[in-house]
Nanobody, 117 residues
Framework: QLQASGGGSVQAGDSLRLSCAAS????????MGWFRQIPGKERELVAQ????????DYAESVKGRFTISRGNAKNTVYLQMNNLKTEDTAVYYC????????????WGQGTQVTVSS
């Protein structure tokens, strides 16, 4: 139900935009977010957005550089990543959860982001 795209290999300082298209019961997706995972480490929340009121939260490590936004159709979420750093290298996942869900239960496939110096 979630399809992520937009990853790639870039140089430090470059930008990338990730896209996540949701299909199916998207009305139940109150929160949509982007996570990332480095091999051997836990998956971490990078940014999330409340699809109704557009309130956004970011990990401290990406504040000021990444921007999460929702498309006009409500079923698409973007992650604009600027001034990328080598430590941003990871597999990025799109995820969604309902209002009453404690954890993210819907996941897209990962998209690799590689930042080289």
């Amino acid at each position: 139900q979630l399809q992520a795209s937009g990853g790639g290999s870039v140089q430090a300082g470059d930008s990338l935009r990730l896209s996540c298209a949701a299909s199916g019961a998207t009305f139940s997706f109150h929160y949509m977010g982007w996570f990332r995972q480095i091999p051997g480490k836990e998956r971490e929340l990078v940014a999330q957005i409340i699809t109704d009121d557009l309130k956004k939260d970011y990990a401290e490590s990406v504040k000021g550089r990444f921007t999460i936004s929702r498309g006009n159709a409500k079923n698409t979420v973007y992650l604009q990543m600027n001034n990328l750093k080598t430590e941003d290298t990871a597999v990025y996942y799109c995820a969604a959860r309902g209002l009453s869900d404690v954890i993210y239960g819907y996941w897209g496939q990962g998209t690799q982001v590689t930042v080289s110096s």
